[in-house]
Every structure is written in C-alpha cells, then in structure tokens.
C-alpha cells in the first residue's frame, strides 16, 4: 500500500507541531524571527535560504526597529538584551538638508519621529541566526518552484537538490518572492523611483566635512524632485542612496556600466546638476562598489485566496519602498503574528490560522502602502503609477 494522503488542508496546529514540517523560504530579518519563534514554541522548522552564506553579498544599511512592531518581535523571541547590546540609540538623529546646503529645520520629522535605535541589517541578521539551533539554516538552496505533493503537502524545487516537502511553507523570500507565484500572479510595481547605494570612501568616515555633517545619525538632502540619503552604519561605515524618478533600467538608458565609478559618477552629477556643487562635492566621494535598486510596491488593496499549507509575510507579501522605514518593523509583525496564529488555538485548523492571519496582516499593510506612497509622491513630486 502506498503512503497514507495527509490532508494538510485538515491539519490542526497542534498536529503541525507534533508531527508537521514548516519550511520558510528566506534567511532575511522575518524568516530568520519567524524560525526562532516558531522553535520557541515547539515546531519542526527548516529555514532555506539560496545566499551560499551569511556574508555572501551586502545586507544593506542600519534599520530602526519600532517599539510597537520590530522591537516588539524581538523581546517575544527573548532577544531584547541583544538587540541593546548591538544597537546604536544615538543613530536616531535626523536632519533635512537642501539641495543649497542650508538646514530644512522641522521638514521630514514625521516620518522619523517615532524612529527606534538603530541597528546594522547584516548585524541584525546575525543577531538572529546566532539564536537559531545549528543547521536550522540551509545555505545555498535556491527554490525554483512549489509543487502540490501527491499527498497533498508543498514540494519544493531546489537547484542542484532533492526536492523537500513540508506541511507548511512559509515565503519570507523577500519582492523577488517565488512563492508568491503559488499564490498569486500579482507582482510588485516599479513606483518611477530608483535608488543607488554607495559607501562612503574610508578614509572620509571621520573628519571630512561629510562627516562632521552627518554626525552619528542620518541626513536626507533633498531638492529638486530629488534625494540623497546619507547613513552612518555601525563601525564608522558611511552608506548613502541617490534617489532620483528616472527609468526603472536607468544604468542602460543613461549608457553606463554601475562597475564604472567614473562613468556612475558623471551620471549622477548630471542628474543632480542644479544642486549646489559644494552639496554635490560632498556627496559624491565614494567608493567603487554601487547596488542599483528599483523600488517597487505590491498594489496597497491586493489580496489573495488563501491556500492550504502555503503562506507568505514580509516585502514577499507587501513590498513597499523604504520612504517611511517600515518595511522591516512590518515583516517582524508579520513574524510574530503568524507565530502567535499557530498556537493561539491547537484544535485549529492550519488553514483557518493561517487565513486569519493573512487577512490580519492584508488590512494592516495596505494602510502602510498608502502612506509609504504619500510621502514618496511628497518628495519627489510625481505620481508614482499604478503602485499607487
């Protein structure tokens, strides 16, 4: 006789945790806290993320974590002794400067009032995984698909490997998300607005003029329909994104190669050309390694039918671009509440746990949509398209 059908659209929570597998898809700042969590509380958990390692490629800048949301993701994971050990309080300082150089006093303070400490996403990463069980992560495992098991589980497709299957699969695999695409064929929108990420030369980190500017925190410099956003990271790094509503492939329309300093530089001097060149002089010391970021959002009212024994959180489920600094605050919410979702009632069905915390999750984040797309409408001064 063959294998017995699991019905995982008939699965209880409490059977999930005592005889089910959850996969999360991605290794970033959610499935890292979501395993944790789900661990914590008894479940099998196996974490497949397709970097080959925790440092294969740049994580990014510092992320303020909220009291309310991120923060609070954190201390129910019993992490808040060291998120204050690796966190910098004094990073939350904020200035707007224009594109003249002068002082913008008051202007952008509302989207920053309410800013936690700060904290490295590579440390914050690190942080997490440090607390995972060794293993939990699998390195290198790219998903390429989602399959429905012949016994009514998920089948992964991993590049190079065995297929797994998992009574539950969890997408945490941020806006490129492929398990997405077994739950929706919606996409996120580019919203007109690119970004280039640089560092700041090393030997500028302290006492250039730069520097001294930009203090322990962060200065938006902002004129023109145009940012410059500048960053002091942990251990002196200094990280800054040329923000500008250009064309979603902007390195090949504009005709230069982003492995080009020279040829990147040019380019953002002519983009930036009616700013102050002494601003521009300042912001444009850097090195030779640059990240090109379309932003995107998912459409603020879009939903999707739930299905049995899949689920996703996080920029998976609602990218938004980083204007108001809550996309991470968000994706450890969403951790959290899925978490607490499988437990809060064990003679529950997955699938009903799982919808309502979908339609928990939906309502939330599509308000955050909205207001994410407000204030990148108010400093750019172009209606950022369908995404809105």
Known sequence: MGDPVRRTDMMTCEKLKERGTVAIVGAGPAGTTLALLLHQRGFDVRVFERDASPDARPQGGSLDLRPDSGQRAIRAAGLA????????????????????????????????????????????????????????????????????????????????????????????????????????????????????????????????????VLGEGSVMFAGGEKTIFVQRCARDVILLYYSMAVPQDWPRCAGFDLSDVDAVMRAVREAYCDWSPEVLDMLTEVDDHFQHWPTSAMPPDHRWDTRPGLTMLGDASHTMPPFTGKGVNLALLDALDLADALVAEPGQDVADAVAGFESSMQARTSEEIRACLKVGRNAYGIDLGDAA
């Open 81 to 212: 002794d060291a998120f204050a050990r690796r966190s910098r309080d004094d990073a939350k300082a904020f200035r707007m400067i224009g594109a003249d150089g002068q002082e913008m006093p008051g202007e952008g303070q509302e989207t920053h009032e309410d800013a936690g400490p700060e904290i490295d996403r590579g440390d914050l990463r690190a942080m997490l995984i440090e607390a995972l069980p060794d293993g939990m992560v699998a390195w290198d495992h790219r998903i390429e698909g989602l399959d429905r098991h012949r016994d009514g589980r998920w089948l992964m497709r991993i590049a190079g490997q065995e297929p797994v299957v998992a009574d539950l699969v969890i997408g945490a695999d941020g806006s490129g998300s492929c398990v997405r695409a077994a739950l929706t064929d919606v996409e996120p929108i580019y919203t007109g607005i690119t970004m280039v990420a640089a560092y700041i030369r090393p030997e500028l980190r302290r006492g250039s003029h730069l520097s001294d």
